[in-house]
């Protein structure tokens, strides 16, 4: 006997083009009807690419073909245009907000290797343990790490009945990130008009409700992704990570000047990596010393925070339980982040 629920299980086979994740679960499937033995199922995509609904067809009409008995099968798609973003001219009416999010903060480096994510990680968990409610998006499309970072690697996002992603809860912040989208070893594999598209959709279609921060973890660089997000929504500031050495820093001048040519405000630098302490108290500056400080003081921003690199740090990022979590007198890195979480709610106060 033919049944929704067995035409439902045979459509969860059908991936979503260049992802791991099925249509049903993507929440593009919006009704099935059993007649007999026919079968007419109504999707839903917004997409301006041809060959996403004719993929997805093809798929899903060998994946019912394969149902014993199944007679005559009708897909039909509801094609609608994705959401477009304004850009250009003054940010307060070039851009928007996004609904539910009072202040968006862009966590950026000019290069990579520098622990952005880190650092965007453990901001957003210390705001949520001040009490804020706080939301961290993944922007680095090409090498995702927040979902590793948090612990819900295996984590796979649903979708409402109006295409909005529902992000994934963790330590108290809601998530989003391509890692969430992605098996392990996936790469994305995306030219820039595409790989805007993806990030529009998961800053305007995701379920960002009630949150007093939202973090976007940018990709190292100055590159579409950042173009994008400066034209598409409204930032109340960007934090520059770098590492106290030149090489390091030259790149981070680059990335501020990016965001100033936007007209983002740079709330300030945060030194990675200062110092390393070993077991027995002695301090070595392996990348070098004062470079943040210095360059903080040439771009006129503040230092927000100097972060000490240990083997806790990076035993927790790869165990999904953030640093932060420990307490600040057990760690130097936790009391450091505990101390940038409340210089960044000082700089940019929620109501």
């Not at 040519?261 to 300030?268: A, D, Q, S």
């Not at 070098?288 to 100097?306: D, I, S, Y």
């Amino acid at each position: 006997m033919i049944t929704e629920e067995l035409v439902r299980e045979k459509l969860q086979t059908v991936n979503y083009p260049g992802f791991s994740r099925d249509i049903v679960s993507f929440g593009l499937v919006k009704s099935i009807e059993v007649k007999g033995n026919d079968v007419e199922v109504q999707l839903s995509i917004a997409t301006r690419e041809p060959k996403v609904p004719q993929e997805i067809h093809e798929n899903a009409q060998k994946a019912l073909g394969s149902i014993d008995g199944i007679g005559n099968v009708s897909l039909n798609f509801d094609i609608k245009e994705p959401a477009q973003p304004v850009v250009g001219g003054d940010p307060s009416v070039g851009q928007s907000s996004i609904p539910g999010v009072k202040k968006i903060i862009a966590v950026a480096s000019g290069k990579g290797g520098v622990g952005k994510s880190t650092v965007s990680v453990n901001l957003a968990v210390s705001l949520a343990q001040t009490g804020a409610k706080v939301g961290l998006c993944d922007c680095d499309l090409y090498g995702p790490s927040v979902a590793l970072m948090v612990g819900k690697e295996d984590a796979q996002p649903m979708a409402t009945e109006d295409n909005e992603i529902v992000p994934i809860e963790a330590h108290g912040i809601k998530t989003i990130s391509m890692g969430y989208l992605l098996q392990e070893d996936s790469a994305v594999i995306v030219r820039g008009p595409l790989a805007t598209r993806y990030i529009q959709q998961f800053l305007r279609q995701s379920l960002w409700e009630d949150l007093d921060y939202l973090i976007l973890d940018l990709p190292p660089g100055t590159g579409d992704i950042q173009l994008t997000i400066s034209q598409t929504v409204a930032v109340d500031g960007a934090i520059i990570v770098t590492t106290p050495q030149e090489v390091a820093l030259i790149d981070a001048r680059k990335a501020s000047a990016m965001f100033r040519k936007v007209n983002i405000p740079i709330l300030g630098l945060v030194e990675n990596m200062s110092w390393f302490e070993c077991a027995h108290g002695e301090r070595y500056d392996i990348f070098g010393h004062g470079g943040g400080t210095v360059e903080a003081n040439r771009l006129g921003v503040p230092l927000l925070g100097e972060i000490p690199l240990d083997v806790h740090t990076r035993e927790r990022a790869d165990s999904g339980v953030p640093v932060c979590l420990m307490p600040d007198e057990e760690s130097p890195v936790s009391a450091a982040f505990s101390k940038l979480a409340k210089a960044v709610r000082e700089k940019v106060p929620v109501s």
